[in-house]
């Protein structure tokens, strides 16, 4: 069993920035991706952003392209998703989610999950 803790929400202004933190334990870390999904009040889980083990592959929702970047440190176990630009929408709690495979967008490809850090971005 993998165990992902992410860390690094907080409260910023619409425009501003965060980085979170993915620290997984557990097992080997590849192959193994790591993708990360958001969930707002009253609305479902979605898609943000993946990247392969080696770090070679990303998949973005279209949403967040060119605003974020997702990037790991395998020698850490860690995965990070850097959030530029960020509008009061986009206010949900952040999930780190991980599994073996490609860079998937489904939710139902990803075996392992963290409890979630919140991300507020007041307007």
């Known amino acids: 069993q993998v165990q992902l803790v992410e860390s690094g929400g907080g409260l910023v202004q619409a425009g501003g920035s965060l980085r979170l933190s993915c620290v997984a334990s557990g097992r080997t870390f590849g192959p193994y991706a790591m993708g990360w999904f958001r969930q707002a009040p009253g609305k479902k889980r979605e898609f943000v952003a993946a990247?392969?083990?080696?770090?070679?592959?990303?998949n973005y929702a279209d949403s967040v392209k060119g605003r974020f970047t997702i990037s790991r440190d395998n020698a850490k176990n860690t995965v990070f998703l850097q959030m530029n630009s960020l509008k009061p929408g986009e206010t949900a709690v952040y999930y780190c989610?991980?599994?073996?495979?490609?860079?998937?967008?489904?939710?139902?490809?990803?075996?392992?999950w963290g409890q979630g850090t919140q991300v507020t971005v007041s307007s």
């Open positions: 989610a991980g599994g073996v495979g490609g860079v998937r967008s489904s939710e139902y490809e990803y075996n392992d």
């Open positions: 990247i392969s083990w080696s770090g070679g592959g990303t």
